[in-house]
């Protein structure tokens, strides 16, 4: 039987607007952007360089602050959340796994401690670290520093520690820009297994294959939904 938040999204931007200011004036990031990110899910936000992909990503995750309307992320809406109270939700109800996969890891901390940690700033059980890995397709790698693991790997370790303790939201970048075919082909399976197993993931991409993955595609044109 459906739970009580089965038919509500994990997370929502309603008339949302992103605004930088240049030397040449000003810049519209996003303009009146409306979207949904359905629970279980994984859901691409797709277009070309520019086209606002990162902005989005970022007001989500409440990282940059909208102009305009409202973002809303598992109940909790981010746009009236400032300090220590926003970055608690975002430590607690989201997990962000950055470009560059050297970025999301601790260079002295193995593969299985990483997502220990994780689990521990998160207020989470550190002891699925091992059944996440296998997760993703590393429970023998589960010993390894990152120095011994490929880019692919190292990716697949910061999808396992952003998943632990069952996050509202997991938020992607370009998580496949710094991959070859075979190691995107890999974290994208590995992102479907973590779908199938409860997770809803977020992530920006013109990575044909991450598109195809994807249940649902977000396709931002010019910071306008296209």
Known sequence: MPGPDAGVPAAACEDVSVDYDTASGAVHA??????????????????????????????????????????????????????RRLRRVRRTAMGVVLQAP??????????????ALAARLRGADP????????AVGLADRARSYPAELSGGEQQ???????????PALLLADEPTAELDGRAAADLVAALRRLVDEGATLVVTSHDPTVVAAADDVVTLRQGRVA
């Not at 007001?59 to 959340?81: E, K, N, P, Y």
């Not at 002891?127 to 296998?134: C, E, S, T």
């Not at 396992?160 to 303790?165: H, K, L, N, Q, R």
């Open 156 to 166: 697949r370790v910061a999808f396992a520690a952003a998943a632990i303790g069952r």
């Open 127 to 134: 002891g699925g670290a091992r059944a996440l890995l296998d």
């Open 102 to 115: 050297a970025d999301n890891l601790l260079d002295y901390l193995r593969a299985e401690e990483q997502v």
């Open 30 to 83: 996003l303009q009146n952007v409306d979207a949904a990110f359905g629970r279980s899910r994984l859901t691409v936000v797709a277009g070309p360089s520019g086209s606002g992909k990162s902005s989005l990503l970022r007001v989500v995750a409440g990282l940059q602050r909208a102009a305009s309307g409202r973002v809303v992320v598992d109940g909790m809406d981010l746009t009236r959340l400032r300090g």
